[in-house]
T-cell receptor
């Protein structure tokens, strides 16, 4: 596609429910990142996928968080048993390959846990 | 954890004035990038400066990098109301060059 696409743009859920957030990177981009941004804060790194390499999961805050990237393209971030502190904007970004550093961001998913 | 800290946290200027934002970081870097964010959603890449560069220009943007002080500055000249946004620095650290670590951001307000 023309840009990084994230869905849904907004998600309201109840505490304890599971949620799935989707990211469609730019076609041909081999690297994909998930970040989390709490209100008025900077971006917190969650996970990074590069091609077929094992993902860098060092930023995932707990085992309730997981992510997959199927076929080297679409990625899904899953949060199980959501808590109120999970409320944030979840941003996805993609990058062409290792030789380029510039990230292209989607518009994010605003997650609200009630 | 945050690698970069931007200063100031918030900046309010009038249209036509210059805006300067600073970023400090903690570890050795491969490159430093600046991004802009409107309305708390997606970020847009502005400019990248490599660790062996000291200054870079792009339109009304000027970025400097001082690796000895582990700091960078972003200067926006002749600011416009449309420049109102949050600005973030992001570092690609040596050893983990593929992972970009973002700072806390500067909220810039440009008034008419």
């Amino acid at each position: 596609g023309a840009g990084v696409s994230q869905s849904p743009s907004n998600k309201v859920t109840e505490k304890g429910k599971d949620v799935e957030l989707r990211c469609d990177p730019i076609s041909g981009h081999t690297a994909l990142y998930w970040y989390r941004q709490s209100l008025g804060q900077g971006l917190e790194f969650l996970i990074y996928f590069q091609g077929n390499s094992a993902p860098d999961k060092s930023g995932l805050p707990s085992d309730r968080f997981s992510a997959e990237r199927t076929g080297g393209s679409v990625s899904t971030l899953t949060i199980q048993r959501t808590q109120q502190e999970d409320s944030a904007v979840y941003l996805c970004a993609s990058r062409l390959d290792r030789g380029t550093e510039k990230l292209f961001f989607g518009s994010g998913t605003q997650l609200s846990v009630l | 954890s945050q690698q970069g800290e931007e200063d100031p946290q918030a900046l309010s200027i009038q249209e036509g004035e210059n805006a300067t934002m600073n970023c400090s970081y903690k570890t050795s870097i491969n490159n430093l990038q600046w991004y802009r964010q409107n309305s708390g959603r997606g970020l847009v890449h502005l400019i990248l400066i490599r660790s062996n560069e000291r200054e870079k220009h792009s339109g009304r943007l000027r970025v400097t990098l001082d690796t000895s002080k582990k700091s960078s500055s972003l200067l926006i000249t002749a600011s416009r109301a449309a420049d109102t946004a949050s600005y973030f620095c992001a570092t690609a650290n040596t050893g983990t060059a593929s992972k970009l670590t973002f700072g806390t951001g500067t909220r810039l307000q440009v008034t008419l």
